[in-house]
């Protein structure tokens, strides 16, 4: 990473409820063209992991935003007062950048 650089990340939350519903009803792990799934994503991530690779990277998070992929899911978590969150949220954004170093 350059100096004053920084790393934009786009992290499919691993702990959708669509992907939970499918492990826990259906037995079923199925890779698609697009989405969480996404055949071509080698790696998946909860919020809490994603920002932990960040961290244990040496990054100094920034900048962090959910997204959800529908309307009534936002107004879900916000009737659960945030409950059911991080089953809602379908991709989170982080930014990073190299960690401040404190000189002594």
Request: charged content about 25%.
């Amino acid at each position: 990473l350059s100096v004053g650089g920084y790393v934009i990340a786009s992290i499919p939350n691993i702990a959708h409820f669509s992907i939970l519903l499918d492990i826990a009803l259906r037995d079923e792990w199925k890779y698609e063209q697009a989405g969480i799934l996404d055949f071509t994503h080698l790696r998946f991530f909860t919020r809490k992991t994603a920002l932990r690779l960040f961290t244990d990277s040496g990054l100094d998070i920034d900048f962090v935003k959910s997204r959800f992929a529908r309307k009534t899911h936002r107004n879900v978590n916000i009737l659960t007062m945030g409950i059911l969150r991080k089953f809602l949220v379908f991709q989170t954004l982080i930014r990073g950048r190299e960690a401040t170093k404190i000189s002594m």
